[in-house]
């Protein structure tokens, strides 16, 4: 894979959403955030992001030092706590709960206004002579955390160790995964996520296959979509687009 794709996604959103992604999917009361499994989960993410040397940015390593950080302190009994001038409660995890509880505030308000506007030109669009039918079934765009998700599950499944710092030594490439997802969906019938990896014989060709669907989701060749939260992952051809 040497000298062929470099991925670089712009499409991350930042550690505080992949926060509120990991509490919404595990169903944790952000008022009483386990701590513990929140970090573990946090680290298991950027240990794929590292996996897959995906270029993000330095605020996530910084996150995981104050999950650390609070985790170790909860840890402490509250005599044995260091003194911390910032924190006016005694449970470490307030701070983390404020700055998650306003940023979800600001989030939930951007995404209902994003709805009215979507909303607005649905009301003012005029109708083509040469519509598309309406899907059966509703069916949501997924996002970089979803797929980070699939992509973990789908490299535990493979039972054979294998030292992933000799992707570079493999004889396969991204662009060949490209050309290969590419005929996959040329049928336009929607491909399952699991089905991408189902003839991977090794760790390797697992991440090297999704670093391929990573670009073309970047570059808008492929959409990932979901009959509902945290179901199974669809990809598709995106319509009118040819790969330069």
């Known amino acids: 894979m040497e000298n062929d794709y470099k991925v670089k ?5 930042g550690p505080l959403d ?37 270029d993000v940015a330095g605020d996530f390593v910084v996150m995981a030092a104050n999950l650390i950080y609070i985790k170790s302190r909860s ?7 260091p003194p911390d001038e910032a924190v006016e409660e005694d449970d470490p995890r307030w701070e983390l709960v404020r700055q998650l ?17 979507l909303e607005r030109e649905g009301l003012f669009s005029r109708m083509s002579a040469q519509a598309e039918p309406v899907a059966e079934r509703p069916l949501g765009e ?14 535990k499944r493979m039972n054979k160790p294998e030292d992933l710092r000799e992707i570079f030594e493999e004889n396969f490439t991204v662009s060949d995964k490209i050309d290969l997802i590419m ?18 014989a090794s760790r390797t ?40």
């Open 183 to 200: 005929k996959m969906t040329a049928a336009g019938v929607a491909l399952r996520f699991s089905e991408l990896f189902a003839t991977a």
């Open 142 to 155: 997924v996002g970089i955390f979803d797929l980070i998700n699939a992509f973990s599950t789908a490299l």
């Open 18 to 54: 992949l926060l509120l992604y990991l509490i919404k999917k595990e169903e944790i009361d952000i008022y009483d955030i386990p701590i513990g499994r929140i970090t573990r989960q946090y680290l298991e993410y950027l240990d794929a992001f590292k996996i897959l040397d995906l």
């Open 75 to 81: 840890l402490l009994p509250v005599d044995q706590q």
């Open 101 to 117: 509880i306003e940023y979800k505030k600001f989030k939930d308000a951007a995404e209902q206004l994003q709805r009215r506007e």
């Open 9 to 13: 996604l712009d499409i991350f959103e």
């Open 205 to 244: 060709e697992v991440v090297v296959t999704f670093l391929a669907l990573l670009e073309l989701v970047r570059l808008k060749q492929v959409r990932a979509r979901q009959s509902e939260e945290f179901g199974q992952i669809e990809l598709v051809r995106a319509e009118n687009r040819v790969l330069a």
